[in-house]
């Protein structure tokens, strides 16, 4: 091989494993969600949905507003025990900072959700969709559990 069609070669060897890279970087996530899940509630149109979120990235992570199809309003909500009496408040954002991990509990943090369209079967799951600052959206499906779970 002459030295004339090594050096296109490497060049376009090089270009390639810098667009490789750069797709593996561009498809990181910003945000990771786990363990998503929702009490069933038989009977009622209100329900509240649990989940775990993990920054993993080097910037803060702002969620705006949460989506689902199964309810005509969802939105993140906060209980705090306040002078010994529970109260609820809602969370107009939710910065989760880099490195962090954030976990929404009974008793906590928790998304509410409205004006349920439809029940939902033990085992199951439905979607919910996290709309980020940036308009990047992360969808996931949220398992629903017996009422009794914790």
Same mark, same amino acid.
């Given at each position: =091989?002459?030295?004339? @069609? $090594?050096?296109?070669?490497?060049?376009?060897?090089? $270009?390639?494993?810098?667009? *490789? !890279?750069?797709?593996?970087?561009?498809?990181?996530?910003?945000?990771?969600?786990?363990?998503?899940? @929702?009490?069933? *509630?038989?009977?009622?149109?209100?329900?509240?949905?649990?989940?775990?979120?993990?920054?993993?990235?080097?910037? /803060? $992570?702002?969620?705006? #507003?949460?989506? #689902? /199809?199964? !309810?005509?309003?969802?939105?993140?909500?906060?209980?705090?025990? &306040?002078?010994?009496?529970?109260? =609820?408040?809602?969370?107009?954002?939710?910065?989760? #900072?880099?490195?962090? @991990? &954030?976990?929404?509990?009974?008793?906590?943090?928790?998304? =509410?959700?409205?004006?349920?369209?439809?029940?939902?079967? &033990?085992?199951?799951?439905?979607?919910?969709?996290?709309?980020?600052?940036?308009?990047?959206?992360?969808?996931?499906?949220?398992?629903?559990? /017996?009422?009794?779970?914790?």
């Amino acid at each position: =091989m002459s030295h004339r @069609t $090594v050096f296109p070669r490497a060049l376009l060897y090089a $270009v390639l494993m810098a667009l *490789v !890279a750069f797709s593996v970087v561009a498809q990181a996530p910003a945000l990771i969600v786990l363990d998503a899940w @929702t009490r069933q *509630v038989p009977g009622s149109d209100v329900a509240a949905a649990y989940l775990t979120l993990r920054n993993p990235t080097t910037r /803060p $992570v702002t969620i705006v #507003s949460i989506e #689902s /199809p199964l !309810a005509e309003h969802a939105m993140i909500h906060e209980t705090k025990t &306040v002078g010994g009496q529970s109260q =609820m408040r809602p969370h107009e954002q939710l910065v989760i #900072s880099p490195g962090q @991990t &954030v976990k929404f509990e009974p008793g906590g943090l928790h998304v =509410m959700l409205m004006g349920l369209t439809q029940p939902v079967a &033990v085992g199951k799951s439905f979607p919910l969709v996290l709309l980020l600052a940036d308009g990047t959206k992360v969808q996931v499906a949220a398992v629903v559990r /017996p009422l009794s779970a914790q």
